[in-house]
Structures are given as C-alpha cells and as structure tokens.
C-alpha cells in the first residue's frame, strides 16, 4: 500500500516527503514530478508570493536508472525565501538560536488554523502554527502524490480536473457541466486538465473564465477573497476497487477523506452529490446497459461509484473550497497577548487559490485510487501487477 508523509514549514530551508510502497520498476523522473509543481504554482487570483519560487522537488533515495527500486522514494523541496536569505527568515525560522529578539506573531486570523492551533500546542506566537497549516506543504503533497498519478497512468488511470464555480460565478447545473465536459474525457481524463489549464481559472468555458476574473478582480480590489468548487474527473477506472463490506473500505469515503485532508476545503460531493436530493429516484439512478463486452450505464449520475466500488465508469469528484482567511481587509480578531479586542494584520496571499487548488485535489486522489487498485491487482512489481491487471 502506497502511504506519504510530508515534512517542512513554509518558510524554513526545505520540504521533505516520504513515498512508501510503489512497487518496483516504474519509471520516474524529477520532470514528471515539475510538471504538476509547475501547474501548481500558476493561476489567476495570486497574490505577489512565490511568484519568484519555482519549485523542484529532488529525488533524494528510491530511484535508480530511471526506475522505482521497490523501496521508499524521499523527495526534497528547497523554500527559496529561507535559502537566499529574503525577508531574514533563516533567523525567524533558525532551529538553534533562541527567539530573543524577534518579533511574536499575536493576532490570529479567523479562519485560519492559527488561534487553535496556538491554544492546542500552548503556544504564545502563532508562527509554528502558520508556517505548517499553510498551504505551502500542499507542494510536497503534489510531488509525492504525482508519483502515484504515474503509476496509474502506467495502468491507464488518468486525473483531470477543471474549476466549475467561482463566488457566485459558475455552470448552473450538473447537466450543463456534463454538456461542457464529457466529450472532453472519452480518451482520458488528462485532456481536462490540458484543456483548463488553458485558461487561468482553470474553466473550460472562455465565457465563465472571463466572469470569474471579473469577479476576483472585484473581491482584490474589496480587500476580500473567493472560494469556489472544481471537479475532478478519473478515467480508466476498473470496476471493483473499493467495497461494500465495510465502512472503512468504500472508495467513495476515502476520497472524501482525501479531499477533506486538503486545507480550506469544506465539501466533497461525488456525481450528482446533493443535487441529487432534488430529483426523484428515476431521475437519478443510471440505468444498466451491456453492449455486447460489458456492462455500462446510460448516464453517470453516481460518478463512477455504487456501493463503495467503482463501476466501470469516470469517477467524477467535486470538492468545495472556502474563501482563503488571509485578507487585505480586516477582520475582528483578539490579541493573544494583551486580550485586546483589534483587527488582523494583512499578510501578502492570494485572492483566490481555488484555480492551484485544483492541482492539489487531483493529485491526492491518486493515492487512493492507487491502493485500491493494488488491493486488487497488487504485487511488488510493475510487471507482476501487470500480469494480474491483465488476467484480473
Ligand atoms: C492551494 C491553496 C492555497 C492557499 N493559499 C492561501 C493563502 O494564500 N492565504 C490563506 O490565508 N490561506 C490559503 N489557503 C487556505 C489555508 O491553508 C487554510 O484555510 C488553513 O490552513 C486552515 O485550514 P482549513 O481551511 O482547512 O480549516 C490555501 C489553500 C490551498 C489549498
């Protein structure tokens, strides 16, 4: 089974991750990896940060000639900012010397994990809390993950995804997604995501793309930020990863948890989701075909997923993410220090990260996706998983 673990700050020297249980000889190089690195870091609504840190993660163990070696692979991840010196943080982020002398960080911002991550680990400066809540570890996750996009795709498996709201701004129903989108993925998935990436919300369509600038440009100039919801489509899925008999295995529920693990994201629907709950039962189960190979489905309101296992069809995730806490106008806040009731302090952030957050939600499905493939088809090779995916 496929497990990762990140490790680093946002602003110390690096980000460490940890990919245990790809099998052997799969092959994998550092530029794979960028790819996604590099989608990451690009889309409308950023603010000034990290628009100079190109980020490149280093196979550090667990690759030789190009391939998998069975054991874990570590990566790492330098932050620019702690590396060349900017803004003194090899001071603030200094793991020997003493705090005397810098400055606490006292005012914590709602929403964010600052005020109870503070209380919880008794701290008296919210920075530990920031520098690890942040979404600069969402980078090292897309690395790690993006190790396991490749071994899907090495069985097929593709990831797509694509933003469908922004604030208010958004298709108006399941049926005009659908409309926009199926054609797009019928040779995989990862169509969607070269297609969005086109645009720099990451929407398919040309005319919501320019809506969903116009509204970000609105909430930058307000001093607010947005949220949204994006869709994230996986293709080439066999039916029967996941299951029925326990709670703990249905794929549906790991998915969620995989996107709910993400920060700022507060919903996860897969299909029709909730706008199931409108329509009548006829309207909504996908009615069973066979075309003579295999059994199908005439739609695909479940999103690819009955009974906790996936049925042949695209699986089709939506995650919904919250307006980013951090914000040019402030909001009530109370001063850990001296208990005064006062206003947050405006630290550079995005407007809107939801387009980048894009990325990270296709890449930590793929984890899950892959162990419940290997659950099935498992072994410690790429070629004996193959046999097993073949004959499976
Ligand atoms: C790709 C991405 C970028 C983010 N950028 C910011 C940001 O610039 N400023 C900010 O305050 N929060 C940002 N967030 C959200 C915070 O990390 C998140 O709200 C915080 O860690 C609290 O966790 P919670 O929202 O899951 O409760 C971002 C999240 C993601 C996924």
Redesign the pocket.
């Known amino acids: 089974m496929i497990r990762y673990l990140t490790a680093g700050e946002s602003h110390g020297p690096a980000l460490t991750g940890i990919v245990e249980g790809i099998p052997a000889g799969l092959p994998l190089k550092e530029d794979e990896l960028a790819l996604h690195l590099a989608r990451?870091q690009q889309g409308y609504g950023r603010?000034g940060?990290m628009a100079f840190e190109k980020d490149h993660a280093i196979i550090t163990s667990g690759v030789r000639f190009g391939k998998t070696m069975g054991g874990p692979i570590s990566l790492t991840m330098e932050n620019r900012a702690f590396q060349k010196d900017e803004a003194g943080w090899p001071v603030v982020m200094n793991k020997e010397t003493e705090a005397g002398g810098i400055e606490k960080i006292t005012l914590p911002?709602p929403?964010?994990?600052d005020l109870v991550g503070a209380q919880k680990y008794r701290f008296d400066d919210i920075r530990p809390v920031i520098e690890r809540?942040?979404?600069r570890e969402?980078a090292m996750r897309v690395a790690c993950c993006g190790i396991a996009r490749k071994f899907l795709k090495h069985f097929g498996i593709e990831i797509g995804g694509h933003v469908i709201q922004i604030g208010n701004v958004g298709y108006a129903n399941w049926d005009e997604i659908r409309e926009k989108t199926d054609s797009l993925y019928e040779n995989g998935a990862e169509k969607i995501f070269k297609t969005a990436d086109k645009s720099d919300v990451r929407c398919l369509d040309a005319e919501l793309s320019e809506k969903m600038r116009e509204e970000i440009k609105i909430q930058r100039k307000t001093g607010s930020s947005l949220g949204g919801i994006y869709e994230i489509i996986v293709t080439g899925v066999p039916v029967g990863l996941g299951s029925f008999t326990h709670w703990d295995q249905k794929l549906d529920g790991k998915i969620a948890q995989a996107i709910m693990g993400?920060?700022?994201?507060?919903g996860v629907e897969i299909g029709l989701g909730f706008e199931a709950t409108k329509r009548d039962g006829q309207n909504v189960h996908d009615e069973i075909t066979h075309d003579g190979s295999g059994f199908g489905r005439k739609t695909n309101h479940y999103g690819g997923i009955e009974g906790g296992m996936s049925n042949g069809m695209p699986i089709i995730i939506r995650g919904a993410?919250?307006p980013?806490?951090?914000m040019l106008k402030p909001l009530g806040t109370v001063d850990m220090n001296t208990l005064e009731q006062t206003e947050t302090r405006y630290e550079r952030?995005?407007v809107c990260?939801l387009p980048?957050?894009v990325v990270?939600a296709e890449s930590v499905v793929a984890p899950v996706i892959a162990n419940a493939f290997l659950e099935k088809f498992g072994g410690d090779s790429i070629a004996e998983i193959e046999e097993r995916f073949k004959t499976g």
């Open positions: 990451r603010g940060r911002r929403g964010h994990a809540s942040s979404a969402t993400t920060q700022a994201m507060k993410m919250k980013i806490p951090t952030s995005d990260a980048r957050a990270v």
